[in-house]
């Protein structure tokens, strides 16, 4: 293992300086709302609830000073059952939204919680642009392949030939990854992880926290009503050590059954000929091989590459982790920088004057 791993970003005090911090020691109790959580039995939502809720305390932070902003979708009943500030928002709008709140308060935590179909179809524009601008905004982005609240139709990352209410014969969309989509955007923080894993998740939400800028989280999340059972490739205990690759920067990425080394016995090379990642068995001669991730290189071209591992209808070769995680100039920091130079230069602007300007049409009959 010859390579050079990048350095990691900013610790998460100097991501949050500008937040005001708590008085005296929170706890979970402290983040839950007064309202009743009304989501259908056994679904996902809730343990990502949980985790969220159990994470807050962490980042010591005024809740007043914490924001979540949603769209539309079961996803975004979450800023009611948090103790915080929160605002359910327009369909796919909620990135927007955010976008303006982070920009012109500096000293907020903002968080968006949306869902496949709001933030892929209706709001796909709003994410891309969110993601390139790097606002200060974490989004976590619920994929349970399906169109939930509207009872069952397909949604962007369905799968192709998925049967449903809006497809009787079966989908001819190519899906969405959304994690290919981030890094195709320039985002600086790119991560997946899924709901039922408390540990892994809650880890993928502190990284996130720490992150300057926008850091987008795919969690896969189970809708047991019209998609049932569409991760258990990655859940079920047996399985998930075939399919799932779990991504820690400077390790190895191997996964399987672990051999006599306590690794897994599979690994992700580069083919020597493409250029491409693949999965082998690994041995005594290709151990050398084995690609080290570093999720803090300057550059997103191994990152999409793994993206493209997990099969989109068997989500076999499944990374999850920490795709990308790299520092870039934040847009709030640079607005904010652009207005003081701005004041300095010329003082404060006469919006009166603006309105009445020579820039002004008079309409006529």
Known sequence: MTETLSQPPLALTEALSLVPKAEGKQSM??????????????????????AVQGFMPELGLAKENIVFVSGIGCSSRFPYYMNTYGMHSIH???PAIATGLAAA??????WVVTGDGDALSIGGNHLIHALRR???LKILLFNNRIYGLTKGQYSPTSEVGKITKSTPMGSLDAPFNPISLALGAEAGFVARTVDSDRKHLTQVLREAAAHPGTALVEIYQNCNI???GAFDALKDKEQAEEAVIRLEHGRPIRFGTPGEDGLGTKGVVRNQATGDLEVVAVTAGNEDRILVHDAHSASP?????LSRLAHPDTLHHTPIGVLRDVQRPVYDDQMSSQIDAAVERKGKGDLGALLAGNDTWTVVG
């Open 29 to 50: 109790k402290d983040f839950k709302s007064d309202q009743e959580v009304r989501w259908c039995p056994g679904c996902g939502d809730y343990a990502i609830l949980a």
């Open 92 to 94: 796919g709008r909620a």
């Open 105 to 110: 308060r500096r000293d907020l935590s903002v």
């Open 134 to 136: 790097n606002v200060n």
């Open 226 to 228: 019209f998609n049932d």
């Open 301 to 305: 071209t191994t990152a999409f590459a």
